[in-house]
């Protein structure tokens, strides 16, 4: 039976045997994907890489609801609130608009 050092050797050995099959097998699928890409001229976006959404619309940032009247710092309302307003009557800093 292997001592404990044999079998964790062997370990070790299997995991970096493991790592440079990866390695190798993803060497190989990105240059045949790259192949057929190149092959049949297909764009980012047919593969559904597009960097806008389908109808085209892209997210606002939202207005702000709030300002800090000493620092002119603003807040959306969303998201967790800012320490200048943390305890306090939120509509003092209401923006009217």
């Known amino acids: 039976m292997p001592s404990y050092k044999q079998l964790t050797a062997q ?5 970096k045997e493991v790592a440079a099959a990866r390695e190798k097998e993803i060497a190989d699928a990105i240059a045949d994907i790259r192949a ?3 092959e049949y001229d297909i764009t980012p976006e047919e593969l559904g890489f597009s960097s806008r959404p389908a109808n085209g619309a892209r997210k ?3 207005p702000p609801r709030y300002r800090n009247p000493k620092t002119g710092e603003t807040w959306s309302g969303r998201g967790r609130a800012p320490g200048w307003l943390a305890g306090k009557n939120r509509d003092r800093f209401l923006i009217k608009d």
Do not use: Q, V, Y
């Open 36 to 38: 057929k890409i190149a």
């Open 11 to 15: 370990l070790e050995k299997l995991h």
């Open 60 to 62: 606002r940032p939202l």
